[in-house]
């Protein structure tokens, strides 16, 4: 029996213009690149005879479907996204697109980006715009206090910086 789980809320649908690219080549490679390589792959397995126990054409129908899944779901996601390619208004408080330097409590400082949550990447501090502390980064302004409420507690900020264009860590 399933446990029973709630529809996660819809993302935002809000990207850069990097991030777009970034998926439409993903969409491209795997479309016209990876999917007829997989699909000569499975033909040429299944030439050899017996498909039960052949584990070449079992893998790479199973294959087949995780490209066709993503295939699908870039495809759908594409045709919600609304790119934002140009700055607020205000550019002294923090919106999407947003670099934003922090120090924490302990004095560490901390840069992060706010993006789409189809283009977020914790190794280079591009934060979703639907996470804990890019909502509480929203709308906030240079000397500002953020609090960041967190499972282990809560955890404060003070905004150093904000820009729109790249921050050096």
């Not at 282990?152 to 264009?165: E, P």
């Amino acid at each position: 029996m399933a446990r029973y789980r709630p529809p996660q809320p819809p993302s935002s649908c809000y990207i850069t213009p990097e991030g777009r690219q970034r998926l439409e080549q993903e969409l491209n490679h795997l479309w016209r690149v990876k999917r007829p390589q997989v699909t000569q792959a499975v033909s040429d397995a299944a030439a050899l005879g017996d498909r039960s126990e052949n584990a070449e054409y079992i893998y790479g129908k199973k294959q087949l479907r995780e490209i066709d899944r993503r295939v699908r779901f870039l495809r759908k996601r594409l045709e919600v996204l609304q790119v934002v390619d140009r700055r607020p208004d205000d550019t002294s408080r923090i919106y999407f697109g947003a670099w934003v330097r922090l120090e924490d409590a302990h004095g560490a400082e901390h840069v992060y980006r706010i993006v789409g949550p189809d283009e977020f990447d914790p190794a280079k501090g591009w934060i979703s715009m639907d996470s804990p502390m890019a909502r509480a980064l929203l709308r906030k302004a240079l000397d500002d206090e953020v609090h960041v409420e967190r499972p282990g507690g809560v955890d404060h900020y003070i905004v150093l910086d904000v820009s729109y264009q790249p921050i050096p860590r």
